[in-house]
């Protein structure tokens, strides 16, 4: 069975890319599994889409946590916890990233043993969320990659799953896509079906306790006109990015300028500060930051460290 795992941010099409490459599988008469995984919708947050693949019934269900393929649209999350992008890979899984770097690049800085291939990275754009045609360019790559979907196939699943969008929209996504296709024929075949798992293997998965409330406080409803400042979408969050003054270089406009939502404001000594209503954890701004001044820190830490007055 194929086991395939997309990871990008809210908005770049991971889970359009999952449809078209199980539908690309399902033209080959593969049986199919595909879907996407996310919390709360938000833009520029860590998802996750998966595909599986087999010739025969497939039993397994959840997430993948042994993948054959990693594909990784933003280079950005590779350092992120939250995004979980190296969970479960081994030395046999084949790790697909959209950089601007090399991959003896990314062999050296992740010091690990799985090969690594690199697709050229998108023209860089303002809002990290938006790399317009990356979710059909990671699918055409890893259609490629497994060695089994032909160009016809390929071609076929996109303009099925992107049939409501217009056939401008259509044309500029299989361009993209079969150019990525053509990109990774050297590789072509190099990522191998996984064997299935037995029930003895089974690990139980990690859980998080989150706390329960009641509704008129978890899901207030506000009916006024401009009224967004008063959605506290930071109750989201679930780790907290956090400035160390003391490294901060005061450069202002990097993580003010990536912050998917405007939630990282210049005070006027030309510091950042955090608006942490509206923050939604998207740690965006920690990959980002030159200095490495802005740390992920459970959200659950940073409360109890806020009540005692500690500094994380």
């Not at 899984?93 to 690199?118: D, G, H, M, Y």
Request: glycine content about 8%; aromatic content about 6%; overall charge negative.
């Amino acid at each position: 069975m194929y086991r395939i795992r997309f990871h990008g941010r809210g908005g770049q099409g991971m889970k359009t890319a999952s449809r078209i490459l199980g539908s690309a599988f399902f033209q080959e008469g593969y049986e199919v599994q595909d879907a996407p995984r996310y919390g709360a919708e938000r833009r520029g947050a860590p998802i996750f889409a998966y595909v599986r693949a087999a010739r025969t019934r497939i039993n397994e269900r959840g997430i993948i946590a042994r993948p054959d393929l990693v594909v990784v649209a933003d280079d950005t999350l590779v350092p992120v916890p939250a995004a979980g992008v190296l969970a479960g890979i081994s030395a046999r899984t084949v790790l697909l990233i959209n950089t601007s770097e090399n991959a003896t690049t990314w062999q050296q800085r992740l010091n690990i043993t799985c090969p690594i291939i690199t697709l050229p990275a998108s023209a860089d754009v303002e809002d990290r969320a938006d790399l317009p045609y990356i979710g059909a360019t990671c699918a055409g790559a890893a259609a490629c990659l497994v060695g089994v979907i032909g160009r016809e196939n390929l071609a076929d699943a996109i303009r099925l799953e992107l049939a409501a969008l217009g056939q401008a929209v259509i044309e500029r996504n299989l361009e993209n896509a079969l150019e990525a296709y053509g990109l990774m024929q050297a590789h072509s075949g190099l990522v191998s079906e996984g064997g299935m798992s037995a029930a003895a293997d089974y690990e139980s998965p990690d859980w998080t306790e989150l706390p329960f409330e009641v509704a008129r406080i978890a899901a207030p409803t506000v009916y006024a006109a401009a009224n967004s400042v008063e959605v506290r979408t930071g109750l989201w969050r679930t780790l907290r990015p956090v400035i160390d003054y003391e490294r901060c270089s005061g450069c202002w406009w990097v993580c003010s300028t990536f912050c998917p939502d405007g939630a990282i404001a210049v005070d006027a000594n030309s510091r950042p500060v955090i608006d942490y209503d509206h923050c939604k954890g998207c740690m965006v701004c920690v990959a980002q930051c030159p200095p490495h001044a802005i740390v992920a820190v459970p959200e659950e830490q940073a409360q109890h460290n806020e009540a005692r007055g500690v500094t994380p």
